[in-house]
């Protein structure tokens, strides 16, 4: 685990560009995409991942600036 908030920035920063550019690729058609079988996360569909490397920005952000382990974050489009 990265803890150092420079560290965990610099990797960030080098991460971001492409997962960005790997989520605005997907089709359209992969946002109703799901597993037919799993748990947990196993079952998880596109969209679910997709806002689980949103969410987790905030997570990790928040405890790196010291206002602990936040997941109490509110989307703006949640259905």
């Known amino acids: 685990m990265i803890d150092d908030p420079a560290a965990f920035?610099?990797?960030f920063r080098s991460i971001?560009?492409?997962t960005c550019r790997d989520v605005v690729a997907l089709p359209a058609s992969a946002e109703r995409w799901e597993p037919t079988v799993g748990d947990g996360?196993?079952?998880w569909?596109?969209?679910k991942i997709v806002h689980?490397?949103?969410e987790s920005r905030v997570y990790?952000?928040?405890a790196y600036t010291g206002n602990w382990w936040r997941y109490d974050w509110?989307?703006?489009n949640t259905q």
Request: zero cysteines; aromatic letters at 10%.
């Open 16 to 18: 971001q560009p492409r």
């Open 52 to 54: 689980h490397i949103a």
């Open 41 to 43: 996360e196993n079952g």
């Open 74 to 76: 509110n989307p703006l």
């Open 9 to 11: 920035l610099n990797y």
């Open 60 to 62: 990790f952000e928040s």
């Open 45 to 47: 569909g596109i969209s």
